[in-house]
């Protein structure tokens, strides 16, 4: 048989080698759910004995001239019984032992007092030769609680499962390759240029390029990507991936504790180790009520010992404790929260702190930045307006000019040309004005592009065709590049930043997810207001510092109660901090990334209404499984009080509530993943075919500024 051990695949001659392999071998919640079920192996044995004899005393088989054998059974049964106390009630005594030296009563309180109850009380009733023992009562109180137990390690040990290929980051170990030689060093060791060579099968350790070889990489653990990429020289890989079928020579592109891969590795643990604000609530509750049931439960004895034997009020006593027992209270909110982190992990969604899950489930109000979050944050040239000349003249001799410089517009400008296919026009003598533009010489003739400003200082004059187009434009937030030649200007170029292809599905999403969109943006109206009406966002704040982004959050807070940021950018940490709910994308600065509470994967605007529904759904069943723990335990604690439940069936009750809370926390496992729309593809189509016909024929909005 084959089976996974801390992430990887193990063969064994039988389920009895892959237990005892896994106790050895095994982390927590692998070595956990192997040891309980040895426990449980070990118990069943004893207690089904146990019973065995028990059925026949309660049906007075030993009566008469049989009598006499009567001590006996009951010697017998103690003898049974001991080991099977010790074996499943020791983690539950050292439990308790722990939280009492730490001034805490827990659940395991109640089970130890319950069976110590009635072990005692057999063992005394045993010695003094009494007809009365319930020695299979404490067995089997023991039994149903540790298959409880056993279930809950199993769910957990699953869940660590589907992480562990996101959580081994920290322990990966790398092929460093130095000339002829190669070493086996911890990832932590890898630093930016050094040479590692991952073979088919392996996990690739590090973020790098491909200095040699051609493979398919799955990318699923970092992306959520299913399909398989092909990787050759030049192209760049992701740590965490796994290379599929051929080896590969990387360069490591940074330190290896800097990847993405162990970035999601540290937030996921460190967001898996701490306590959501329901599940802090739910400990309270717990604490409190653990004292007070002990109360009942030795009031319950004493109102009952009125009218009943002694042994038969203890019975009942003893149901009380048992039946009160608030463990599946206590598995309520980590069960859900941990399967939630998971889920979003598996998905490149870092999230910080398992909170954060229940505050985004209340969210009523989104608020973005503009540049970097639902645009992609580089210009590109949107308009050609010309005083008669051709397009293919004014591109050929404003590329030839911009080719010497690194402004982001100028890029722009050379990138349209190279789409179209234009040479650029040779140039000399080219020279950058700071502030207002670039200019040259081209075919004996001087020639600049850049602003009015730089027109005006040549003395060359703009066409009153191209003035009122231009007022037009800067109306609509656009940045103008003039191009002259001939001491002439000839022609206006216009330049935008466009929205995401992803951006208006994904606020179309949310809105049909019964959520508010804002816009927050320091551009100026006109480019902001465009911008907000082709995604669909009818609330826009312009012209914002980002102290002036605070504020607005915190008015906007006042009429939604919770509220959530999403931005990228150095200025957006401020407020990213400060909103209810910081969400950056993969591109954010590392600012904006350390101050938001959840990170997308680069790209990865589209899974914004997703993770919205990944955090109502771990909330709506962190809500039930309370709702179901502290309502079920109330209903069985009346029977109970009131006689009407035998402890082992009070046992029975609690286990299968337990069971139940793991059970509807792993329906979480069984949500979709997170698909872009057909909307976001398309428009995504569009995009890559206008890039490819040259400069795009919509108007989109940017911001209004002149290049330096």
Request: proline share 5%.
């Amino acid at each position: 048989m084959e089976r996974r051990i801390n992430g990887e695949a193990c063969a064994f001659c039988c389920y009895g080698c892959c237990i005892a392999f896994q106790v050895k071998n095994g982390r927590h919640e692998e070595w956990e759910a192997a040891w309980l079920l040895i426990q449980l192996g070990v118990g069943g044995f004893l207690s089904m004995n146990i019973m065995m004899f028990s059925l026949l005393l309660y049906s007075d088989a030993f009566t008469g001239v049989d009598a006499g054998v009567l001590p006996w059974i009951h010697l017998l049964l103690w003898i049974f019984a001991t080991p099977a106390v010790v074996i499943l009630g020791g983690p539950y005594l050292r439990e308790m032992w722990l939280n009492g030296i730490q001034g805490r009563v827990t659940s395991s309180a109640l089970i130890v007092l319950g069976v110590a109850a009635s072990y005692l009380y057999s063992a005394f009733a045993a010695f003094e030769g009494s007809t009365h023992v319930y020695f299979d009562t404490a067995v089997m109180v023991l039994m149903l609680f540790t298959v409880g137990r056993y279930l809950e390690a199993v769910g957990r040990a699953r869940a660590a499962r589907d992480l562990e290929p996101l959580l081994a980051a920290e322990s990966e170990s790398a092929t460093v390759v130095d000339g002829a030689a190669e070493t086996l060093r911890p990832v932590r060791e890898v630093k930016a240029g050094m040479l590692v060579r991952v073979r088919p099968g392996d996990r690739i350790p590090v973020d790098g390029v491909v200095v040699e070889g051609e493979s398919d990489t799955d990318e699923a653990v970092i992306t959520g990507e299913s399909r398989q990429v092909t990787k050759g020289a030049g192209s760049t890989v992701i740590a965490g991936s796994i290379n599929i079928d051929g080896p590969l020579l990387i360069q490591s592109s940074g330190d290896g504790t800097a990847t993405r891969w162990a970035q999601i590795c540290r937030s996921v643990r460190e967001a898996l180790g701490r306590r959501s604000p329901t599940q802090r609530l739910a400990d309270r509750v717990v604490g409190v009520s653990v004292p007070l049931v002990l109360a009942l439960g030795g009031l319950t004895i004493v109102y009952w010992a009125q009218s009943l034997p002694f042994d038969r009020a203890l019975l009942i006593g003893l149901s009380v404790l048992v039946v009160a027992c608030p463990c599946a209270a206590g598995l309520a909110a980590p069960m859900a929260t941990s399967l939630g982190i998971g889920r979003l992990a598996r998905h490149g969604c870092l999230v910080r702190d398992p909170g954060v899950l229940e505050s985004l489930a209340h969210v009523r109000l989104l608020a973005f930045d503009k540049t970097g979050t639902l645009t992609a944050g580089k210009a590109r040239l949107v308009g050609i307006d010309r005083d008669g000349v051709g397009i293919d003249d004014v591109l050929a001799r404003a590329a030839g000019l911009e080719r010497h410089s690194e402004h982001g517009l100028a890029l722009a400008i050379a990138a349209a040309a190279a789409a179209r296919g234009i040479t650029p026009l040779a140039t000399r003598d080219v020279r950058t004005v700071p502030g207002r533009g670039i200019r040259g010489s081209a075919n004996d003739e001087p020639v600049a592009a850049g602003s009015v400003r730089l027109m005006n200082d040549l003395g060359w004059p703009l066409p009153s065709a191209l003035v009122e187009r231009a007022r037009s434009r800067e109306a609509s937030g656009h940045s103008l590049v003039y191009v002259a030649w001939g001491e002439r200007v000839r022609a206006m170029l216009s330049l935008d930043d466009s929205p995401l292809p992803e951006a208006q599905a994904t606020i179309a999403a949310l809105r049909e997810r019964g959520l508010d969109v804002a816009l927050l943006t320091g551009d100026l109206a006109p480019a902001a207001e465009r911008i907000a009406a082709m995604v669909g966002i009818q609330a826009v704040h312009a012209g914002l510092s980002p102290e002036a982004k605070w504020e607005v959050l915190g008015g906007l807070r006042h009429g939604h109660d919770v509220v959530a940021m999403v931005g990228d950018g150095l200025n957006d940490g401020p407020v990213l901090g400060a909103a209810d709910v910081g969400i950056a994308v993969g591109s954010a600065t590392d600012l904006a990334r350390e101050t938001a509470a959840i990170v997308l994967p680069a790209d990865g605007l589209w899974m914004l209404p997703w993770v919205v529904d990944v955090a109502r759904a771990v909330r709506r069943t962190i809500l039930t499984n309370l709702m179901w723990a502290f309502g079920y335990n109330l209903v069985a604690l009346t029977f109970a009080a009131l006689g009407l439940l035998q402890p082992i069936l009070a046992a029975a009750v609690m286990a299968g509530s337990s069971i139940l809370v793991v059970m509807n926390s792993l329906r979480l496992e069984r949500l979709p993943d997170p698909v872009p729309s057909p909307i976001a593809q398309q428009q995504s189509g569009a995009e890559a075919d206008s890039a490819r016909q040259g400069a795009g024929t919509s108007v989109l909005a940017g911001p209004a500024v002149e290049r330096s």
